[in-house]
């Protein structure tokens, strides 16, 4: 299992373009099957780093850079053949949150929190975010979410289908994943991720599980003994 921990705990781990990039670069060089994405200190992630969005001098093609690349890291996160699991404790806001819902689990301690508060001042979730929200929570929800910019803490994230599990320590699930094996761990990945029209997304699927049943022949065997 490889650990990604964003690490700016004095700026509540908030992204600069280079954070972004690094972050690409650990996710995409990940060879392990599952990887567990945490935020160093009292925070997971707030998002993109303000001072980075200010310095875009209110261009909007350089703007819509900035956005472009936030949405190449949560795509990067989301296609990986790895497992993706957001261990979460503290604040994720905005950007943070965006690429916890990239992740293919979610898992929050008692003390995390949700919200894309940027229609406060003006913005807006633009890293993916209002695309998967939407897809996770509902479209009710995520309207209510963002029209709104309030927080959310780990219960009502949990109610809401945002959190999979809450647990006192993430990291546990993450372990919990990388006990099975790695070749189905992908396969289930793609194929629950899979956005091609229902024949397509069966035939696929009837395919994947022969090749594990083929496989895992012996591992079956074992569990009918």
């Not at 490889?2 to 060089?29: F, H, K, S, W, Y």
């Not at 200010?54 to 261009?59: I, M, P, R, T, V």
């Not at 919990?176 to 991720?193: H, P, Q, S, Y």
Request: aromatic residues 4%.
């Amino acid at each position: 299992m490889r650990t990604i921990t964003l690490d700016r705990p004095d700026a509540r781990n908030a992204l600069t373009v280079d954070g972004l990039e690094a972050l690409e670069t650990a996710v995409d060089d990940a060879e392990e099957p599952v990887i567990y994405l945490r935020g160093a200190g009292p925070a997971f992630c707030a998002g993109a780093d303000l001072e980075a969005v200010g310095d875009l001098d209110g261009d909007p093609d350089r703007a819509a850079a900035f956005a472009r690349l936030g949405q190449r890291v949560a795509r990067t996160i989301a296609d990986s053949p790895s497992i993706v699991v957001a261990g979460i404790d503290g604040p994720a806001r905005g950007g943070g949150l965006e690429l916890a819902l990239a992740c293919d689990v979610r898992v929050g301690t008692p003390d995390s929190s949700y919200g894309e508060p940027g229609v406060s001042f003006g913005l807006f979730g633009a890293w993916g975010g209002t695309v998967r929200l939407p897809r996770i929570v509902g479209e009710g929800a995520a309207l209510e979410l963002g029209l709104t910019g309030r927080t959310i803490d780990a219960d009502e994230a949990l109610r809401v289908g945002l959190l999979s599990r809450i647990e006192d320590e993430p990291r546990t699930v993450a372990e919990e994943i990388a006990g099975n094996a790695d070749d189905a761990l992908r396969v289930l990945k793609r194929r629950l991720r899979d956005d091609n029209e229902r024949a397509t997304q069966e035939r696929r699927e009837a395919e994947a599980f022969g090749r594990l049943v083929n496989a895992h022949a012996e591992d079956v065997e074992s569990v009918l003994e």
